[in-house]
């Protein structure tokens, strides 16, 4: 596990992006690019809608005209004038005659006539009131300009030549512009130019939701990585992608998985070297202890003053103490690592509570403190551990002897609470809070708490200046 976060923490050294690339490469600078590219798009696609739709209207109109014998004006107007070259040399009822089936079947609802080489005007389909019986050079002129800037769609033809005079007069074709006009409405180009500002706008709102996702799914996986943990309890490394903001934001949870990795080890470490010193220096302080009591019990019988014996008695407590300090010492060390075994079963906890009550007795008297048990005739069983249960009892006798000896008092009774039987130990000391004479590092209840939750029990503590209550309540 080790080699493998030395192995992700080069990998994130080696992906550091520069200092001149950050930028670049950052959430900021890419989502402007896409805010700059469509910007630049606007301009750019405004005149080629334009164009398209032009283009479009034009293959509508040639696809779709309104009159099916007009396809579009050239064609009508090249139609005419290959009429007008097939009637060269014809007679003029020829002409009259021919004019006559095409108005029917090429060019109908149309308005036809024709003028021969002397300007007489001989044949009108149908009867125009507005046309002169003989053409002079004016009229026709006249004619010309108003045909070409108002009126029906107006084609001339020279007969026999078409375009050019060939001396047999001239035909004239007249048809209703509307003929040609599209079959569409007038907001079809208002509709082209709608749908590629959509078109544009659709590109848009996809391109930043595939970037907005790309961070939501980054940021998804990194929210999994966090709520995701190895084998050694700590968060899993997730993999780095771009050298952007998330991409800095993925090195340094690395960096942090890395860091709380290498202080677990540390804190194992420390831990591993605090259980042996412990182990050892209990090991190696029972020896002169052992030594010490034994000089002491030999010195008993010496004849000895008052005060020699005096002293002979404290030093005999004072060991005692801390035979007992190293036995707390021991029995934290082993609960602490998990290798104090303890064998809960159903006991009769109200039993083992009588007899260690019995054998701190004879203790509390020479203190001169109150007893008052007070405890039900039935029994309360509990899963506990005897030794165990003993242990926590006796360091709770002890530390009231110890600091709340003062208060000249202690109680044991049952009282009920959230309907369950629970144990109280009380004494009307000056409460943890107060410095005590015999105050050290705790270990005593230390030691009852890890035990009360090896055997699966609830502790509670009330203190304050007028005394303190333990309560031990059974979770099961």
């Known amino acids: 596990m080790s080699r493998t976060r030395k192995s992700w923490a080069r990998l994130r050294r080696s992906s550091r992006p520069g200092q001149g690339g950050r930028f670049r490469s950052s959430l900021l600078f890419r989502y402007l690019v896409i805010i700059v590219v469509a910007m630049m798009l606007l301009p750019i696609m405004l005149p080629a809608t334009l164009i398209v739709s032009s283009v479009l209207s034009a293959w509508v109109t040639d696809m779709k ?6 396809l579009s004006s050239s064609r009508t107007e090249d139609s005419w004038h290959r009429e007008a070259v097939a009637l060269k040399g014809a007679t003029p009822e020829q002409i009259s005659t021919h004019l006559k089936k095409i108005q029917g079947n090429t060019f109908p609802d149309s308005q036809i006539f024709w003028v021969d080489a002397g300007g007489k005007t001989r044949l009108e389909l149908p009867t125009q009131p507005d ?3 003989h053409w002079d050079a004016m009229q026709a002129i006249t004619f010309m300009k108003q ?6 769609f107006t084609v001339v033809a020279f007969i026999g030549g078409g375009q050019k005079n060939a001396d047999q007069g001239y035909m004239v074709l007249k048809v209703p512009r509307s003929f040609f006009d599209q079959s569409r409405t007038d907001n079809s180009m208002a509709l082209y130019y709608l749908f590629f500002i959509l078109l544009i706008l659709a590109a848009f709102i996809f391109v930043s939701l595939l970037f907005f996702g790309g961070i939501r799914r980054r940021l998804v996986r990194l929210q999994a990585a966090m709520s995701q943990r190895g084998e050694d309890g700590l968060p899993i490394f997730v993999s780095t992608g771009r050298p952007d903001e998330i991409g800095k934001l993925e090195e340094a949870f690395n960096q942090m998985v890395e860091q709380l990795a290498e202080s677990r080890g540390r804190e194992r470490q420390e831990e591993e070297l605090r259980k042996r010193l412990v182990a050892d220096l209990s090991h190696d302080i029972r020896t002169p202890l052992t030594v010490v009591r034994s000089h ?10 008052n005060r020699g014996r005096q002293s002979i008695t404290l030093m005999e407590n004072k060991l005692k103490d801390l035979g007992s300090l190293i036995d707390n010492l021991l029995a934290y060390n082993l609960l602490s690592s998990g290798k104090y075994t303890l064998n809960n079963e159903p006991r009769d906890i109200l039993r083992l509570v009588r007899e260690c009550a019995a054998s701190w007795y004879p203790v509390w008297e020479k203190e001169d403190l109150e007893v008052d048990i007070d405890l039900p005739e039935h029994s309360i069983v509990w899963k506990v551990d005897e030794q165990g249960f003993r242990r926590l009892l006796d360091n709770l006798f002890q530390n009231v002897v110890r600091h709340a000896a003062s208060g000249r008092y202690i109680g044991i009774h049952v009282e009920e609470l959230n309907g369950k039987e629970a144990l109280v130990i009380a004494d009307k000391g000056p409460g943890m ?5 015999e105050k050290g590092a705790g270990i005593g209840l230390a030691i009852t708490e890890l035990l009360a939750r090896e055997m ?3 502790r509670d503590i009330v203190s304050s200046s007028a005394g303190t209550q333990i309560r031990f309540l059974n979770k099961t």
């Not at 005209?65 to 007009?70: R, V």
């Not at 002491?296 to 003053?305: A, F, I, Q, V």
């Not at 809070?433 to 004479?437: D, P, V």
């Open 131 to 133: 046309l002169p019986e």
């Open 456 to 458: 699966n029990l609830e």
């Open 147 to 152: 045909a070409s800037y108002q009126g029906p």
């Open 296 to 305: 002491l019990y030999s010195l008993d019988d010496e004849n000895l003053s």
């Open 65 to 70: 005209p309104a009159n099916s014998h007009y």
């Open 433 to 437: 809070e107060q410095q005590s004479s």
